[in-house]
Nanobody, 114 residues
Framework: QVQLVESGGGLVQPGGSLRLGCAASGSIFSINNMAWYRQAPGKQRELVAV???????NYADAVKGRFTISRDNAKNTVYLQMNSLKPEDTAVYYC????????WGQGTQVTVSS
């Protein structure tokens, strides 16, 4: 299976930035797409951004122009650069790796508040 370890979450003021990281280990060869999801209290988990092994990306409308997903295959790591953060971005952010051994990260809290 794949293990995912996240980092970079925290508390930030509106308009600020955070960079999340997700390092994968285990059955790395099985990973195709990687993605970031988020889940706010009382809401369903939603897709934020996806990146394929070849670097093709897709974003939720709510984060387009503000968030950037990137992937370093040599380091088996995916990143989410979050700029111009808004209070509505507050959520637990989860990393996901697709494939036969697809798995979720533990989640990292992002809180945007003044």
């Amino acid at each position: 299976q794949v293990q995912l370890v996240e980092s970079g979450g925290g508390l930030v003021q509106p308009g600020g930035s955070l960079r999340l990281g997700c390092a994968a280990s285990g059955s790395i060869f099985s990973i195709n797409n990687m993605a970031w999801y988020r889940q706010a209290p009382g809401k369903q988990r939603e897709l934020v951004a996806v990146i394929t092994r070849s670097g093709i990306t897709n974003y939720a409308d709510a984060v387009k122009g503000r968030f950037t997903i990137s992937r370093d295959n040599a380091k088996n790591t995916v990143y989410l650069q979050m700029n111009s953060l808004k209070p509505e971005d507050t959520a637990v952010y989860y990393c996901y790796a697709s494939g036969p051994f697809g798995s979720w990260g533990q989640g990292t809290q992002v809180t945007v508040s003044s």
